[in-house]
């Protein structure tokens, strides 16, 4: 037996479209948002990917017309493209496996009490509050100088060469700055997924016998899947674009060989006033970025899924 529903007596009849007004005022209300993310976001890329298909110089900013794909291949066909390509893996790989292994390291190593843990805590995640330009500065300046920097201090007081990073080692001077200033933010979210971890769970591994290095990559490693996973997708997004580093220290020197595709970019569309290089550059900087965004995303939900 079915019951059917019915009406209050004296309530105003439903009208047909009354369950859409509320629709309606908040698809009004989002205009504004919608509208400014328009402008701030698609915008600049349009703009970005018609100045790609022209040519156009600022030295001649009157001489100007349809250039079609000439832009980008110029740009392949770069000398410094290729390059720049192989340093932004190098640079992007090698930062991410240093402060993934210093960040668990790190973590485990603060997941217990100790004497001065606040102080020691908040020297580990002081570098991620300074700016790019300013540990570029810091680093170039006081610590990895040749002639009065602390490396080059300590160097000679144990009777060694002080070491020319910047001209020697240009891409490994860049990969120890910005993995410094990274390691923060990888400690941080590391740290946090390991306070979750059920202290029984260590307890009870203990109980069966396993040793402190069975206890960290069976137990502690497995843990901190998802977090190390959260780490590489966001760490790898903002590492494609690195700049402020290189064009501090090395300004892509010696020749190319710390030179990275956001550097080339800039190279070539603000030092060669080449407009339309400058914008196909972007556009595959652009597109590189979202294809790897797109495999760590897709990372990501499988270990979220727990597969």
Do not use: C
Request: aromatic share 12%; no cysteine; charged share 10%.
């Amino acid at each position: 037996m079915s019951v059917a529903t019915q009406q209050p007596v004296g309530a105003p009849a439903a009208s047909p479209g009354s369950e859409d007004k509320p629709n309606r005022l908040l698809g009004l209300l989002e205009l504004p948002s919608v509208g400014a993310l328009f402008l701030w976001m698609i915008v600049p890329l349009g703009l970005t990917v018609f100045y790609s298909f022209i040519r156009y110089s600022l030295l001649n900013p009157d001489i100007s017309g349809f250039a079609g794909l000439e832009n980008y291949q110029y740009l392949i066909e770069d000398e410094a493209f290729w390059p720049s390509i192989i340093n932004t893996v190098i640079l992007v790989g090698s930062v991410l496996i240093i402060t993934i292994v210093l960040g668990t390291l790190l973590a485990v190593l603060y997941d217990r009490d100790f004497f001065g843990k606040n102080v020691a805590t908040l020297l580990v995640i002081a570098p991620f509050f300074v700016m790019p330009t300013v540990s570029a500065l810091i680093w170039k300046n006081f610590i990895l100088h040749p002639d009065y920097g602390l490396v080059a201090f300590v160097l000679g007081k144990i009777g060694l060469r002080p070491i020319a990073w910047f001209t020697d080692y240009p891409l490994l001077s860049i990969i120890i700055i910005v993995a410094w200033e990274w390691l923060p933010f990888a400690f941080l979210i590391l740290f946090t997924s390991l306070k979750s971890l059920d202290s029984e769970q260590k307890e009870a591994a203990s109980i069966d016998g396993a040793n402190p290095i069975q206890l960290f990559f069976y137990i502690i490693v497995p843990h901190l899947q998802r977090a190390i996973g959260v780490v590489v997708m966001i760490e790898t997004i903002f590492l494609l674009s690195i700049f402020a580093e290189i064009y501090t220290t090395t300004s892509g020197g010696p020749g190319h060989a710390s030179e990275n595709l956001a550097f080339l970019v800039y190279s070539l569309g603000i030092q060669g006033f080449n407009v339309g290089t400058g914008s196909a550059g972007g556009i595959l900087a652009v597109i590189l970025a979202n294809i790897v965004a797109y495999f760590l995303v897709k990372m990501l939900a499988k270990n979220l899924k727990g597969r």
